[in-house]
Nanobody
Framework: QVQLVESGGGLVQPGGSLRLSCAAS????????MSWVRQAPGKGLEWVSS????????AYADSVKGRFGISRDNAANTLYLQMNSLNPEDTAVYYC??????????????WGQGTQVTVSS
């Protein structure tokens, strides 16, 4: 049974940092590219970042480039998102999903249940 479980969300002040984690099980994590996707209140899904399998090559949306860092630990079956210099526009539910960028929209992609990130003073 495939499971993706996000954690690490919470309330943070503008300019602060958070590190999200996504624990994967039930599939060969190391052979999948992985992504983070977010959904702000009242808005659609926004792709945030992806990390490729094998090469660990990252990709970022322009809105987070230079502030967020994606990484993975294949031995621990865990995906991470380090978020720095957070601003209120980063407030959203953050999901991890299998796939590279638009591949997360495929019916075959797996998604976690999401973790809430709120940036507010």
């Amino acid at each position: 049974q495939v499971q993706l479980v996000e954690s690490g969300g919470g309330l943070v002040q503008p300019g602060g940092s958070l590190r999200l984690s996504c624990a994967a099980s039930g599939f060969d994590f190391s052979s999948h590219s992985m992504s983070w996707v977010r959904q702000a209140p009242g808005k659609g899904l926004e792709w945030v970042s992806s990390i490729a399998t094998m090469t660990n090559r990252p990709a970022y949306a322009d809105s987070v480039k230079g502030r967020f860092g994606i990484s993975r630990d294949n031995a621990a079956n865990t995906l991470y998102l380090q978020m720095n210099s957070l601003n209120p526009e980063d407030t959203a539910v953050y999901y991890c999903a299998t796939g590279w960028r638009t591949e997360v929209r495929r019916p075959s992609s797996y998604w976690g249940q999401g973790t809430q990130v709120t940036v507010s003073s």
